[in-house]
C-alpha cells in the first residue's frame, strides 16, 4: 500500500530486453524480499536482502535502507518472467508489501 | 525444502457464517502470517503469530481472528462472514529478526467466496 510503492505499475517487454522495477519506502525498512507471482497465483521467492546487493542469474537487486529503496533488474527477458513482482519490507517483525508491478513479456 | 499447507484451497460461505482457514507449516519457523490479496490492494496483512500461543493483529484485522496452537499450525476465522472478505487469502511462514534465512515462504493460497 502507501509505506511501500512500486512503480511501474505495468510494463510491457520485448523478449531480449532489460529493464528494472522500483520500491520506494515511507517506513524504515530493515530488510527487502522481492515475489513472483505466477499466473496460477503461486508466490516465488526471487531475493531476501540486507542493504546491499544479490544477483541471481538473469535477475540483481539492490537495497538502500537509508534512500529507502529497493531495485529488481531483469536482464535478458524470457516469457517466463512474466508475472507480477512484489516487493515487500520489513519493520519490526512485520512485512508490508507493495501493490505489485505487472510484467507481460512479449515474444 | 520449506513447506506451508493451507486448507481448503477454495471455500464457497454464506454471508453470516463461520469460516476457518488453516495453515501448517513444516519450517519450525517462530513467526506466522496471515494476508488477504485483492486486486489493487497487494498482500494486506491481517495477523501474525511469534510462536505458539501468540497472536498479533496486523494491518486489517477488523472481523478476523487468529489462533496459533502450536508452532505449526496457524487459523485464521471468520465468525460472521460478509462479501467484502470475499478474496485470496495466503499464509506464510518466517523468522524475521531471528538467526535464520528471514525469508518468507508462502503457502498455495485459500480462495473464499462469501454468497
Known amino acids: 500500500g502507501d509505506k511501500v510503492k512500486q512503480s511501474p505499475s505495468a510494463l510491457s517487454l520485448q523478449e531480449g530486453t532489460n529493464s528494472a522495477l522500483r520500491c520506494n519506502f515511507s517506513?524504515?525498512?530493515?530488510?527487502v524480499q522481492w515475489f513472483l507471482q505466477n499466473p496460477r497465483g503461486s508466490l516465488i521467492n526471487l531475493f531476501y536482502l540486507v542493504p546491499g546487493t544479490k544477483e541471481n542469474g538473469r535477475l540483481k537487486s539492490a537495497f538502500d535502507s537509508k534512500e529507502s529503496y529497493s531495485t529488481l533488474h531483469i536482464r535478458d527477458a524470457q516469457l517466463e518472467d512474466s508475472g507480477t513482482y512484489f516487493c515487500a519490507a520489513e519493520n519490526t517483525n512485520k512485512v508490508v508489501f507493495g501493490t505489485g508491478t505487472r510484467l507481460q513479456v512479449l515474444p | 525444502e520449506a513447506a506451508v499447507t493451507q486448507s481448503p484451497r477454495n471455500k464457497v460461505a454464506v454471508t453470516g457464517g463461520k469460516v476457518t482457514l488453516s495453515c501448517n507449516q513444516t519450517?519450525?519457523?517462530?513467526?506466522m502470517y496471515w494476508y488477504r490479496q485483492d486486486t489493487g490492494h497487494g498482500l494486506r496483512l491481517i495477523h501474525y503469530?511469534?510462536?505458539?500461543?501468540?497472536?498479533e493483529k496486523g494491518d486489517i484485522p477488523d472481523g478476523y481472528k487468529a489462533s496459533r496452537p502450536s508452532q505449526e499450525n496457524f487459523s485464521l476465522i471468520l465468525e460472521l462472514a460478509t462479501p467484502s472478505q470475499t478474496s485470496v487469502y495466503f499464509c506464510a511462514s518466517g523468522d524475521l529478526g531471528g538467526v535464520n534465512t528471514g525469508q518468507l515462504y508462502f503457502g498455495e493460497g485459500s480462495k473464499l467466496t462469501v454468497l
Open positions: 503469530s511469534y510462536g505458539a500461543g501468540s497472536t
Open positions: 519450517n519450525n519457523h517462530n513467526n
Open positions: 517506513i524504515a525498512a530493515t530488510t
